[in-house]
């Protein structure tokens, strides 16, 4: 089901200019002598963990956040990456619960997280020689509502993808090309985006959503999002894995899962899958 990942107009990706990019990219994190790497294991973080691990070696530390908002089988997937690359990886703790202006979940949620995340970043440094921090911000993210990039300008974290000019579909392509496993992965949010704005984000709602994912892959899907509704949980299903979803006999298996899981009511998303689907309702975003 690989194919399921559009990489927009691949064909149309310049492999002379993919690799000036990438050569750039390289250029741009041996200037920065040692880096502690923001890394989900997701697309973006996980190339830009393997870029640094190329261009400065054991210089280039991954570091991934252990939250409650990162679902474990993401963790796990991280953890094997970087080892099936050499990368030194790091878990550290991460307390973004504890902050109230994060649980409280409003449309500057994720700065919060990111804050906290870079701050504990930033604790380590030290203990490394004094990294530069990055994160796998990439140009496509530049036009899309992402507090998370005001905390990176707060914390001075730089962003080696933005500077070298790429976007999502070359990170996936240069991904492909190097052997990454990561190339197609579907796009990552952590839990907390699952939840709605204004409505507390708490360990226990995210961990009924968690496994409601785990649930709906189990059954083959691949590009989905379980939104939490209090009582109700809303799926978002990729529109080219609708046919999957749409009969009575998965009709009933969702049910059963989903009030197995504590949700009343379950409901499918007409729309389908979409990326920032709960930004719908801030201002100036309805589609």
């Not at 500077?163 to 579909?169: D, M, N, R, V």
């Not at 209090?230 to 009933?252: K, T, W």
């Amino acid at each position: 089901m690989a194919g399921l990942v559009s990489l927009g107009p691949a064909a149309a990706l310049d492999p002379q200019v993919l690799r000036q990019k990438e050569d750039r990219l390289f250029e741009i994190l041996r200037g920065l002598g040692r880096v502690l790497v923001a890394y989900s294991g997701g697309t973006d973080s996980a190339y830009l963990a393997w870029a640094a691990r190329q261009s400065i070696g054991d210089a280039a530390i991954a570091v991934t956040a252990d939250s409650p908002s990162i679902p474990e089988s993401h963790k796990r997937d991280a953890i094997v990456f970087a080892q099936q690359f050499g990368i030194r990886h790091e878990l550290i703790p991460s307390h973004e619960f504890e902050n109230p202006a994060y649980a409280a979940n409003n449309p500057d949620r994720c700065f919060h997280c990111k804050d906290e995340l870079f701050r504990r970043m930033e604790e380590i440094s030290p203990s490394y020689g004094d990294c530069a921090i990055i994160y796998g911000v990439n140009s496509d993210d530049l036009g899309d509502y992402r507090p998370g990039q005001g905390a990176a300008k707060l914390h001075g974290v730089k962003a080696p993808l933005v500077e070298a000019g790429l976007s999502k579909a070359e990170i996936r392509e240069l991904s492909r090309l190097a052997g990454l496993p990561t190339w197609d992965r579907p796009a990552a949010a952590c839990l907390s985006s699952r939840i709605p704005y204004g409505t507390q984000v708490t360990p226990e709602n995210i961990k009924q959503v968690e496994s409601a994912e785990e649930e709906l892959k189990a059954l083959g899907f691949r590009q989905f999002r379980v939104r939490y509704h209090g009582e109700l949980a809303r799926i978002e299903v990729a529109r080219e894995e609708m046919p999957h979803a749409l009969s009575l006999e998965m009709f009933d298996t969702l049910s059963a899962i989903f009030k197995r899981l504590g949700f009343t009511y379950v409901a499918l998303d007409l729309n389908g899958y979409r990326q920032g689907s709960l930004n719908e309702v801030l201002p100036g975003r309805n589609p």
